[in-house]
């Protein structure tokens, strides 16, 4: 499943959550006032959390392009306001009535009117709003060194330790805490390529902690020389503070 496939292009104005009526940037301005992901589900309960961290990873992959894209909507937003208020100015006059375009899912009528707008924003054949700017895929953020290896690109941090703190419900902010060289985007495109990709990186998860065990249960086995050494030391002083406690009494 690739990223763009949760999302619908209708127009050149409006890229809409697939199987919603919720325009992504219901869920890029709720982000950049600084809701976090639990807080943006509260208030978009049915939105799952592909759909809303899908959508803060698509705009983080593609930031300047979608900049210029929520920039159009207000301004289509506008425009479509101030037109409305002519014409209901113009129909008070002759004694008729004007209404606003109204979406189905009340309250919820920018989406509708961003369709019904003239074009502000391009989005081309790949879902991307136009620019020049080359957009990155979301596969651009790892290093897929083996199959049993995706690394972070630019760092030494495996996928799983991002994949493995959110399992742990742990929010994005709580995993930069712990890793403060990640980027957002590093930290959302790896929630979101779990999301897009649950039932294979669920099999990449379990093979690193059975290959995990299997090394450590080999090491209990054929410890090396420091282990064994270290393990010496530690018998040696546990057996010199039982001999003080014996004198004791």
Known sequence: MELTDIFEFISPNAIRIKGT????????????????????????????????????????????????????????VTAVIEKHRRDRSASSSSGGSSQLPKSSTGGREKAVIRESAPEMAQVDTGGNAGTKTKSLHIRDIFEFISPEAIRIKGTRVGIEI?????????????????????????????????????????????????????????????????????TKIAEEARAARLRLRELSY
């Open 21 to 76: 009526r919720s325009d992504i940037e219901f869920v890029i301005e709720e982000f950049l006032y600084g809701s976090n992901p639990r807080r943006i589900r509260r208030r978009y309960p049915h939105l799952t959390p592909l759909q809303i961290y899908g959508s803060i990873t698509y705009y983080l992959l593609n930031r300047e392009k979608m900049d210029a894209y929520i920039e159009a909507g207000r301004a289509a």
């Open 162 to 230: 991002v994949i493995e703190r959110f399992l742990d419900d742990e929010s994005p902010d709580e995993i930069r805490r712990h890793h403060p060289l990640l980027t957002p985007l590093q930290i959302y495109g790896s929630i979101t390529y779990y999301l897009l990709n649950k039932e294979v990186l669920d099999a990449y998860l379990k093979a690193g902690w059975e290959g995990a065990e299997a090394a450590y249960q080999e090491q209990l086995k054929n410890p090396s020389p420091g282990v064994v050494r270290l």
